[in-house]
Each structure stands twice: as C-alpha cells, then as structure tokens.
C-alpha cells in the first residue's frame, strides 16, 4: 500500500516539475526575460508562488532546468529523426540537419525561449554550461554522422554545419516567408552534396 502511494507522489511531484518547467518555456518565450518572473511562470502554471520554492531553489534554478529540459528534447526530435531515416548513412544525416527545419523544433515559442536561453549562456557560468554539453553533445552527434558518410575532417564540419542550421533556423524563426523550411532543406541538401565525398 505504502508504494502504491509513494509512486502516485513522486508520479505527482514528477508532473508539477514539468508544469513548471513548461509555463517557464512558455513565459521566456512570450515575455522574454524582462518578463520572466515567480509570479508569470505560477500564473502560466496555475499554481501558487510557494510551491514553485518547493520544487526549485528559485527562479534561476527553474529557468536552468527549463534549458536543460529543452535541450534534451531537441536532442530526441533529432534522434527519433535519425532513427526514422533508416540504415543509409547520407539519409540518417540529412534527417539529423533538417529536423532543425519542422515542427516541433519550428514552433515558434521556441525561438523566444531558446533566445533567452543564450542570453543568458552569456553572463551566467551554470548556462553557458548547459549551453556548452548541449551543443557539444549536438556537434558530436553530427560528427559521428558525418564519419559514417566518410567525410573528412568531420569535427570542423560538424561545427560548420551546426552554424549553417542555426542561421537558417534562426532566419527561418524569425520570418518563415522569407525563404520557407523547404528552401531551407534544399540548402542543407545542397551543401551536403558540395562538402560530402
């Protein structure tokens, strides 16, 4: 009886974490950080302040998590892509570079979440740590992709790539009708084809 009642907490306290972590998504991304406060994210939530003091030291432990969080779930939506294209090495990496160019990674609350989030990598050591594994986690990632297309140098043009995505991927958040997520993969696919043996 006793850990039926346990699982159902820890089911519980698991949930309100990722309530909180999701209206903390939500509010960088409608109110950037100005906006972003204890009373917006509970409001967003629908909670109390107190009980966001429960689950997280404070407003910059909550926020870090939100990066964590997200960043994990990017790096799924592109391993489910990769996992999706099959055994052909050249398909599994253009489904990992173009993922970047499809919903859910195009919904744009994530541009203003992910905006903030480098904004604070800047000045904050515990984020720009977060920032640091998670990009360094996608470029290695990348590089074994590459590797399996016998690409030479794999671990600079991983880094070359990466910066393509984002710029695109930026450019594409910003304004989608400036060249469509379409152009946006025949770009990639271009590039590919140029860089690739």
Same mark, same amino acid.
């Given at each position: 009886?006793? !850990?039926?009642?346990?699982?159902?907490?820890?089911?519980?306290?698991?949930?309100?974490?990722? &309530?909180?972590?999701?209206?903390?998504?939500?509010?960088?991304?409608e109110?950037?950080?100005?906006?972003?406060?204890?009373?917006?994210?509970?409001?967003?939530?629908?909670?109390?302040?107190?009980?966001?003091?429960?689950?997280?030291?404070?407003?910059?432990?909550?926020?870090?998590?939100?990066?964590q969080?997200? $960043?994990?779930?990017?790096?799924?939506?592109?391993?489910?892509?990769?996992?999706?294209?099959? !055994?052909?090495?050249?398909?599994? %990496?253009?489904?990992?570079?173009?993922?970047?160019?499809?919903?859910?990674?195009? !919904?744009? @609350?994530? %541009?203003?979440? /992910?905006?903030?989030? /480098?904004? %604070?990598?800047? &000045?904050?050591?515990?984020?720009? &740590?977060?920032?640091? @594994?998670?990009?360094?986690?996608?470029?290695?990632? %990348? $590089? #074994?992709? =590459?590797?399996?297309?016998?690409?030479? !140098?794999?671990?600079? =043009?991983?880094? =070359? *790539?990466?910066?393509?995505?984002?710029?695109? /991927?930026?450019?594409?958040? *910003?304004?989608?009708?400036?060249?469509?997520a379409?152009?946006?993969? #025949?770009?990639? @696919?271009?590039? *590919?084809?140029? *860089?690739?043996?």
């Open positions: 009886m006793t !850990d039926a009642r346990q699982a159902f907490t820890r089911e519980s306290a698991d949930a309100r974490r990722t &309530g909180l972590i999701e209206a903390t998504a939500a509010v960088l991304a109110q950037g950080l100005a906006g972003t406060n204890v009373r917006a994210i509970c409001a967003k939530a629908g909670v109390s302040p107190g009980l966001l003091r429960h689950y997280f030291a404070g407003i910059d432990d909550l926020v870090a998590a939100t990066y969080a997200t $960043s994990d779930r990017m790096d799924a939506i592109f391993a489910e892509a990769v996992e999706a294209a099959g !055994d052909d090495p050249r398909a599994r %990496l253009s489904a990992h570079l173009t993922a970047s160019f499809r919903p859910p990674v195009t !919904d744009p @609350e994530l %541009l203003g979440a /992910w905006t903030a989030f /480098w904004a %604070l990598a800047r &000045g904050d050591a515990r984020m720009a &740590g977060i920032h640091a @594994e998670s990009y360094a986690g996608y470029r290695k990632r %990348l $590089s #074994e992709l =590459l590797t399996a297309c016998s690409a030479a !140098d794999a671990g600079r =043009l991983a880094i =070359l *790539l990466t910066a393509m995505v984002d710029g695109l /991927w930026l450019e594409l958040s *910003l304004d989608a009708a400036s060249f469509g379409e152009a946006a993969v #025949e770009m990639i @696919e271009r590039a *590919l084809g140029a *860089l690739l043996p």
